[in-house]
T-cell receptor, first 113, second 113 residues
């Protein structure tokens, strides 16, 4: 069965500092991997996705993520965080050939000025 | 392009009452999903439609939850009777045929008291 673990429930970083949010997945084959962001009272917005090819993927808002098959990880990074990045971030895994997504529990990002 | 529309945004009901949520997906999207997001958890798929047929409802509590997608466009999700543990945000999402990218609505926040 597919599963996603986001080890950090909360993370606080200073504005301008770098960010890395961790994501580990469990899946029997090569999955589709996603990062979504959710601002308070809003739906989920797709930041980036990995299907195949280059293991470093670029997304919107300056985010990137790296797929590491050996570690079953898909960590999200941003070199310099802005106050507007404060939100909850979800990692998700999907099966090839299907659309169903399994989400992690999320990481709440706080940005301090 | 209009996004996924959901209504109502908020609903408060007493336990054992019934409630219904409505979703209008992005025009032309054949796949529609309902997710349940309990506070502190990631979204969990309740049901997936392809046009007006059910693809996956394995995690839908069928004794109290029902969903339909008439004419393959709009969808309604109903809970009858509601329990306290149904308090959550109910997210609707849609995707185009063959695409793994799902677009989410803002959700309906249900509080059962």
């Amino acid at each position: 069965a597919q599963s996603v673990t986001q080890p950090d429930i909360h993370i606080t970083v200073s504005e301008g500092a770098s960010l890395e949010l961790r994501c580990n997945y469990s899946y029997g084959a090569t999955p589709y991997l996603f990062w979504y962001v959710q601002s308070p009272g809003q739906g989920l917005q797709l930041l980036l996705k990995y299907f195949s090819g280059d293991t470093l993927v670029q997304g919107i808002k300056g985010f990137e993520a790296e797929f590491k098959r050996s570690q079953s990880s898909f960590n999200l990074r941003k070199p310099s965080v802005h106050w507007s990045d404060a939100a909850e971030y979800f990692c998700a895994v999907g099966a090839r050939g299907g659309n169903k997504l399994v989400f992690g529990a999320g990481t709440i990002l706080r940005v301090k000025s | 392009e209009a996004g996924v529309a959901q209504s109502p945004r908020y609903k408060i009901i007493e336990k054992r009452q019934s409630v219904a949520f409505w979703c209008n997906p992005i025009s032309g999207h054949a796949t529609l999903y309902w997710y349940q997001q309990i506070l502190g958890q990631g979204p969990k798929l309740l049901i997936q439609f392809q046009n007006n047929g059910v693809v996956d409802d394995s995690q839908l509590p069928k004794d109290r939850f029902s969903a339909e997608r008439l004419k393959g466009v709009d969808s309604t999700l109903k809970i009858q009777p509601a329990k306290l543990e149904d308090s959550a945000v109910y997210l609707c999402a849609s995707s185009a045929t063959g695409s793994t990218e799902a677009f989410f609505g803002q959700g309906t926040r249900l509080t059962v008291v």
